[in-house]
C-alpha cells in the first residue's frame, strides 16, 4: 500500500466499510452525517434494526487497535448524533430498534483486515 495521509486512510476505509455492509445486504441510508457534535460515519439498516456504524483505521498496530478509539467521549458523541438523525426522520424511526456497531480497519502490508463489532456500545451505558 502507498503512504497516504490519514485523511486519504479514512476515506479508503470508509469505502471499504459500505462496501462490506452492502456485500451483507445491509441497506446504507447515510454516509458522513454531520452534525454539530461531528459526524457519523454510516447509518445503515439491517433488517428492521437502525445501525450507526463507526469506521476505525490503522496502518499499523502501534497505536493500538482502531476500535479501542472509541471511547466512552466518542461513544457519547455517536449517541447524540444518533438521537439527533431520530428525530430528523419521521414517527416510524424512532420505534425501530437501533444499534451502535463499530468497524475496525487495519492493513496487513496490503491486505485490509476488518472486523465487524456489532452491539460495540449501547445507548444505556452512558448518560444522555
Request: hydrophobic content about 40%; aromatic content about 8%.
Amino acid at each position: 500500500m502507498a503512504k497516504t495521509g490519514a485523511a486519504s486512510i479514512g476515506s479508503l476505509a470508509e469505502e471499504l466499510a459500505a462496501a462490506y455492509l452492502i456485500k451483507r445486504r445491509y441497506d446504507i441510508l447515510e454516509r458522513n452525517y454531520k452534525t454539530r457534535w461531528g459526524e457519523i460515519d454510516i447509518i445503515a439498516k439491517d433488517g428492521s434494526t437502525l445501525v450507526f456504524v463507526e469506521v476505525k483505521a490503522r496502518r499499523g498496530e502501534g497505536c493500538g487497535l482502531p476500535q479501542e478509539a472509541v471511547g466512552r467521549q466518542k461513544q457519547y458523541k455517536i449517541i447524540r448524533m444518533a438521537q439527533q438523525y431520530m428525530h430528523q426522520c419521521d414517527r416510524k424511526t424512532l420505534e425501530q430498534p437501533v444499534r451502535f456497531d463499530v468497524l475496525s480497519i487495519r492493513w496487513q502490508g496490503d491486505v485490509p483486515m476488518i472486523e465487524h463489532i456489532p452491539h460495540a456500545f449501547d445507548a444505556t451505558d452512558l448518560p444522555v
